[in-house]
């Protein structure tokens, strides 16, 4: 019997409207083989990085997570773990993140998200600027690719990607903005090739999940209520999940219920979980 694995990208600030329009085949081969589906950022949630992330890993919004911003201080993630931390500390799975975000990483401004996974990868931007950003996750992309394509035994890992977010804040949401996306996809395509080389790849089923937090303002900014700020997405693909069951309603919650639903997890009730998983594994009812 295969082993379940997976693999969550997180690409920060993605604007859905602007995909149908760009060059992004790796995307869109999760699409094709699973689904892409727009999420409704909950109108309790602020539209930030760090309160969306945190629900997006911990399947729980923020009346139970307590990250209402991008200072994570008042957290309660003691209570209400990442993924990667509750898989590893509590089913004894291996687990890896990686990205350049401080507080998502390390214990800076209330962090850090992902206390405990069994491998961590935090790589530093030299400043805050969309090239040094781009720099950023070109480094974390291939640090990402030696663990995943080395073999080692990764139940379940989640890799984050920022150069897009910090573009539309400098840049807006135009022609560069456009070109960093269309990057992001490329690094995604080189974290799926490295599925793909992994020595026991054929003994391996992955479920791989892409993500975004929020959209973008066209002049860059996000933070308000308008539809083009709390206008999010999902694309997956994997064990279950096909183009004749996309799913018409999804939530943010639900990254994290599927992840453990993909690795033949129940969830225990004390978690109080918010998501459910992705409907092909768990139809939904009304």
């Known amino acids: 019997?295969?082993?379940?694995?997976?693999?969550?990208?997180g690409i920060d600030g993605v604007r859905l409207d602007l995909l149908p329009l760009l060059d992004t085949p790796h995307l869109d081969g999760l699409a094709n083989a699973g689904f892409l589906a727009p999420v409704h950022v909950d109108d309790s949630t602020p539209t930030m990085s760090?309160?969306?992330?945190?629900?997006?890993?911990?399947?729980?919004?923020?009346?139970?997570?307590?990250?209402?911003?991008?200072?994570?201080?008042?957290?309660?993630?003691?209570?209400?773990?990442?993924?990667?931390?509750?898989?590893?500390?509590?089913?004894?799975?291996?687990?890896?993140a990686a990205g350049g975000w401080e507080p998502l990483f390390l214990a800076r401004q209330g962090g850090p998200v992902f206390a405990a996974p069994s491998r961590l990868a935090y790589i530093?931007?030299?400043?805050?600027?969309?090239?040094?950003?781009?720099?950023?996750?070109?480094?974390?992309?291939?640090?990402?690719?030696?663990?995943?394509?080395?073999?080692?035994?990764?139940?379940?890992?989640?890799?984050y990607l920022g150069a897009v977010d910090?573009?539309?804040?400098?840049?807006?949401?135009?022609?560069?903005?456009?070109?960093?996306?269309?990057?992001?996809?490329?690094?995604?395509?080189?974290?799926?090739?490295?599925?793909?080389?992994?020595?026991?790849?054929?003994?391996?089923?992955?479920?791989?999940?892409?993500v975004t937090d929020h959209g973008h303002r066209d002049e860059g900014g996000h933070g308000g209520r308008s539809p083009l700020e709390r206008t999010a997405w999902i694309a997956a693909s994997g064990p279950g999940l096909t183009p004749s069951t996309r799913p018409d309603s999804l939530h943010h919650a639900d990254v994290a219920a599927h992840v453990y639903a993909a690795l033949g997890i129940a969830p225990d009730p004390h978690w109080t979980l918010d998501g459910r998983p992705f409907p092909t594994l768990t139809p939904r009812t009304a």
């Open 124 to 159: 530093a931007p030299r400043e805050d600027s969309p090239q040094a950003w781009e720099e950023c996750d070109r480094s974390v992309t291939a640090e990402a690719v030696r663990a995943l394509s080395s073999g080692e035994d990764l139940d379940a890992s989640f890799v």
């Open 166 to 210: 910090e573009t539309a804040h400098f840049l807006g949401c135009g022609p560069e903005y456009r070109r960093a996306i269309e990057t992001a996809d490329r690094r995604l395509g080189q974290l799926l090739a490295a599925l793909r080389e992994r020595p026991d790849a054929r003994a391996e089923e992955w479920t791989v999940i892409a």
């Open 50 to 96: 760090g309160p969306c992330w945190t629900t997006i890993v911990t399947g729980v919004g923020v009346a139970k997570h307590g990250v209402w911003g991008n200072n994570f201080t008042g957290n309660r993630l003691g209570v209400f773990p990442d993924f990667t931390t509750r898989l590893a500390t509590e089913h004894g799975l291996r687990t890896f």
């Open 1 to 9: 019997m295969a082993t379940p694995r997976v693999l969550v990208v």
